[in-house]
T-cell receptor, first 116, second 114 residues
Framework: ETGVTQSPTHLIKTRGQQVTLRCSSQ?????VSWYQQALGQGPQFIFQ???????GRGNFPPRFSGLQFPNYSSELNVNALELDDSALYLC???????????????FGPGTRLTVL | AQTVTQSQPEMSVQEAETVTLSCTYDTSENNYYLFWYKQPPSRQMILVIR??????QNATENRFSVNFQKAAKSFSLKISDSQLGDTAMYFC???????????FGTGTRLKVLA
């Protein structure tokens, strides 16, 4: 059984650029959630995708967008990068939406994004 | 607003001893779930223990147990017989039934000393 993987591991961009982060969910999982973890902070929920549809979103502006593919892998896209977007971006997959609390989330190792 | 507060930024404990990490939360919901996650220096976050708010019995997982005080909105984690591998950031989190948003605290950095 393959765990959650994310690519790339590290990324450096300049302000105003666009970035795409990728996540492969754990085998058998159909739900992916994305989190932003700023240095010294806890993860903040960006959004969740279930069967290719966004089914929940946190307090992030529209320049944060996502996609889920038929194989349940997912992308996080961030446009018009700002310095404050520098963070560790975590992806978590689960078998089903997490709204009941029953579906355990399995986290990937994260992508460290630095915006200069 | 729903919040999670971890008031201990850093803690240390001697190997084989017991340590308790504190967490308080605020929500007006009745149906919710509480979690403790561990994030070792390698960064991959793993679930340590979970508690359903409707269950009065405190959850336990081997050396890890919680003290869930619903009225006080408190959810502390006790680690018994601490091991060097327990060194990590520990995050308290909760989610309410019917939503998909997990709310995390700012974490407690635990160091187990040999």
């Amino acid at each position: 059984e393959t765990g959650v993987t994310q690519s790339p591991t590290h990324l450096i961009k300049t302000r105003g650029q666009q970035v795409t982060l990728r996540c492969s969910s754990q085998s058998g999982h159909n739900t992916v959630s994305w989190y932003q973890q700023a240095l010294g902070q806890g993860p903040q929920f960006i959004f969740q995708y279930y069967r290719e549809e966004e089914n929940g979103r946190g307090n992030f502006p529209p320049r944060f967008s996502g996609l889920q593919f038929p194989n349940y892998s997912s992308e996080l896209n961030v446009n018009a990068l700002e310095l404050d977007d520098s963070a560790l971006y975590l992806c978590a997959s689960s078998f089903g939406p997490t709204g009941t609390g029953d579906n355990e989330q399995f986290f990937g190792p994260g992508t460290r994004l630095t915006v200069l | 607003a729903q919040t999670v507060t971890q008031s201990q930024p850093e803690m240390s404990v001697q190997e084989a001893e017991t340590v308790t990490l504190s967490c308080t939360y605020d929500t007006s919901e009745n149906n919710y779930y509480l979690f403790w996650y561990k994030q070792p220096p390698s960064r991959q976050m793993i679930l340590v223990i979970r508690q359903e708010a409707y269950k009065q019995q405190n959850a336990t997982e081997n050396r890890f147990s919680v003290n869930f005080q619903k009225a006080a909105k408190s959810f502390s984690l006790k680690i018994s017989d601490s091991q060097l591998g327990d060194t990590a950031m520990y995050f308290c989190a909760f989610t309410t039934s019917g939503t998909y948003k997990y709310i995390f605290g700012t974490g407690t950095r635990l160091k187990v000393l040999a």
